[in-house]
C-alpha cells in the first residue's frame, strides 16, 4: 500500500517556541492531505483539510494563526505549531487521499508533541 | 451534516473467539465509503477493512467481515479467531467522495489470552 512518512516522530520544546511537523507521501502523490488531532484514549478530531497549492481549510474552533498548514507540493504538507504552549501538547496525525486511487486514506505514523 | 457513532466504548473477548464491533452512522448522501481502522499501541492507524455504498456484498478481509445494512445505517465489524494482535482501538469512518472523513469516538478491543 502507499506509504506516507511523518516526521519527527517525537519532538520536545519549549513555551514559546515553534515547532513543524512535515508530511510526506512517499509513493503517491496527493493533492489533499487532513490534519488531525488525537488525545489520550479519544478519537481523531480533524484539524485542517491541505490542498496542494491553495491555502488550507480550518475546522471551526481551529485556530488558524497557531497552526499553520502549508501544501506545497504534491508530497510534501506541513503543520507549524506557533508559540507552542503545554495545552498544544498532543498527538498530531496527518493522512493523505491518493489522487488516482479509490476512496482510502494513508496515514502518517503521528508525531507526539510535547510542550514544557 | 454526518455523524458516526460507535456505542461500545471498550469490550473484551477471549483468545480464538468472534467478536463484533457496532458502527452506525447518519447521512443525507447515497454514495459513499465506510472503513473500519486499527489503532494499535503504537498508534498507527491501519486500514482493517473498507465498504463502498453502492455494492451489496458485504466486505471481508481474511478474519475480517462487515455486516452492511444500507437502510439502517449500520456498519458493524466481526473479528472471527481473535488474535492478541488485534487488541488495539478500532474506528467506523464515513466519507462521502470530496469531503473529509468522519471518525467515530472508537471502541477499545482488548483480547483475553
Known amino acids: 500500500g502507499a506509504v506516507v512518512s511523518q516526521h519527527p516522530s517525537w519532538v520536545i520544546c519549549k513555551s514559546g517556541t515553534s515547532v513543524k511537523i512535515e508530511c510526506r507521501s512517499l509513493d503517491f502523490q496527493a493533492t489533499t492531505m487532513f490534519w488531525y488531532r488525537q488525545f489520550p484514549k479519544q478519537s481523531l478530531m480533524l484539524m485542517a483539510t491541505s490542498n496542494e497549492g491553495s491555502k488550507a481549510t480550518y475546522e471551526q474552533g481551529v485556530e488558524k494563526d497557531k497552526f499553520l498548514i502549508n501544501h506545497a507540493s504534491l508530497t510534501l504538507s506541513t503543520l507549524t505549531v506557533t508559540s507552542a504552549h503545554p495545552e498544544d501538547s498532543s498527538f498530531y496525525i496527518c493522512?493523505?487521499?491518493?489522487?488516482?486511487?479509490?476512496?482510502?486514506?494513508?496515514f502518517g505514523e503521528g508525531s507526539r508533541l510535547t510542550v514544557l | 451534516a454526518q455523524t458516526v457513532t460507535q456505542s461500545q466504548p471498550e469490550m473484551s473477548v477471549q483468545e480464538a473467539e468472534t467478536v463484533t464491533l457496532s458502527c452506525t452512522y447518519d447521512t443525507s448522501e447515497n454514495n459513499y465509503y465506510l472503513f473500519w481502522y486499527k489503532q494499535p499501541p503504537s498508534r498507527q492507524m491501519i486500514l482493517v477493512i473498507r465498504q463502498e455504498a453502492y455494492k451489496q456484498q458485504n466486505a471481508t478481509e481474511n478474519r475480517f467481515s462487515v455486516n452492511f445494512q444500507k437502510a439502517a445505517k449500520s456498519f458493524s465489524l466481526k473479528i472471527s479467531d481473535s488474535q492478541l494482535g488485534d487488541t488495539a482501538m478500532y474506528f467506523c469512518?464515513?466519507?462521502?467522495?470530496?469531503?473529509?472523513?468522519?471518525f467515530g469516538p472508537g471502541t477499545s478491543l482488548s483480547v483475553i489470552p
Open positions: 469512518a464515513f466519507w462521502a467522495s470530496y469531503d473529509k472523513v468522519i
Open positions: 493522512s493523505a487521499r491518493d489522487r488516482g486511487g479509490p476512496g482510502e486514506l494513508f
